[in-house]
């Protein structure tokens, strides 16, 4: 069985930063690319970006390249992300699972609890 465990979150201002980290146990983690989600208030869950299993790759939604800055601990079972210069519009629960690298398709059914991020204007 799976868990995954989002922290990290919080209430900043715009153009503030924040780090969000996954914790993951239950499955052989560093096996699987995994990839941060977010689902703003009213909106359909979106992809945020990816990792692979290495860390050797990644890949950024448009609306956060240049900003966000995702990585990977295989030794702690942790993946992270750095988010810079926030926008209003990056207000979101934040959530990571495992996923097929080339399509972001999640792999695990369960999610965790997600990180919550409200950016002021």
């Known amino acids: 069985q799976v868990q995954l465990v989002e922290s990290g979150g919080g209430l900043v201002q715009a153009g503030g930063s924040l780090r969000l980290a996954c914790a993951a146990s239950g499955r052989t983690f560093s096996a699987y690319a995994m990839a941060w989600f977010r689902q703003a208030p009213g909106k359909e869950r979106e992809f945020v970006t990816v990792?692979?299993?290495?860390?050797?790759?990644?890949y950024y939604a448009e609306s956060v390249k240049g900003r966000f800055t995702i990585s990977r601990d295989n030794a702690k079972n942790t993946v992270y992300l750095q988010m810079n210069s926030l926008k209003p519009e990056d207000t979101a629960v934040y959530y990571c699972?495992?996923?097929?690298?080339?399509?972001?398709?999640?792999?695990?059914?369960?999610w965790g609890q997600g990180t919550q991020v409200a950016v002021s204007s």
């Open positions: 699972n495992a996923v097929r690298y080339s399509d972001h398709y999640p792999l695990f059914g369960s």
């Open positions: 990792i692979s299993w290495s860390g050797g790759s990644t």
